[in-house]
């Protein structure tokens, strides 16, 4: 982290999200609202849970957002794959069903977002994850000074 000339601490690395849905109109929707909500220096885009995960077992990201259901590996097994190996990335699931949600909780995501209200609800809702998940990773650097 350093300080910038606003006096605001920024990190040192680079700001990457990452989007996981087998439909390429809402991860266009997804990604619009995300540059939106958040200056990104990087956004991934990915129709499955399996390229999500390949990518992500080696790779940080500061934020996902994923789809429930996908084929092959689906939004609640990438984050149950995340949670298992203790990475603290948070996730925001976004689908049009109450089991969906159902089972974004079982499997450990910060935050559901319905796809009815996706464009009213996503940014709040990205904007709470990221920054609270920045403040986290300040409090070292601040014990410190």
């Given at each position: 982290?350093?300080?910038?000339?606003?006096?605001?601490?920024?990190?040192?690395?680079?700001?990457?999200?990452?989007?996981?849905?087998?439909?390429?109109?809402?991860?266009?929707?997804?990604?619009?609202?995300?540059?939106?909500?958040?200056?990104?220096?990087?956004?991934?885009?990915?129709?499955?849970?399996?390229?999500?995960?390949?990518?992500?077992?080696?790779?940080?990201?500061?934020?996902?957002?994923?789809?429930?259901?996908?084929?092959?590996?689906?939004?609640?097994?990438?984050?149950?794959?995340?949670?298992?190996?203790?990475?603290?990335?948070?996730?925001?699931?976004?689908?049009?069903?109450?089991?969906?949600?159902r089972l974004g909780a079982e499997a450990g995501?910060?935050?559901?977002?319905?796809?009815?209200?996706?464009?009213?609800?996503?940014?709040?809702?990205?904007?709470?994850?990221?920054?609270?998940?920045?403040?986290?990773?300040?409090?070292?650097?601040?014990?410190?000074?």
């Amino acid at each position: 982290m350093t300080l910038d000339p606003t006096g605001d601490f920024t990190p040192c690395r680079s700001r990457r999200l990452v989007i996981v849905d087998d439909d390429d109109g809402i991860r266009t929707v997804l990604a619009a609202v995300a540059h939106q909500a958040w200056k990104w220096d990087q956004i991934d885009e990915y129709h499955s849970g399996q390229l999500a995960w390949d990518d992500l077992r080696t790779r940080e990201a500061d934020l996902v957002i994923t789809d429930c259901y996908m084929p092959g590996m689906n939004g609640p097994d990438l984050v149950r794959q995340l949670r298992a190996q203790h990475r603290p990335i948070p996730v925001i699931m976004v689908s049009g069903s109450d089991e969906a949600r159902r089972l974004g909780a079982e499997a450990g995501v910060d935050r559901f977002v319905d796809k009815h209200s996706l464009i009213r609800d996503l940014r709040p809702a990205i904007h709470a994850l990221v920054q609270s998940a920045w403040q986290e990773d300040l409090q070292p650097a601040l014990q410190l000074a």
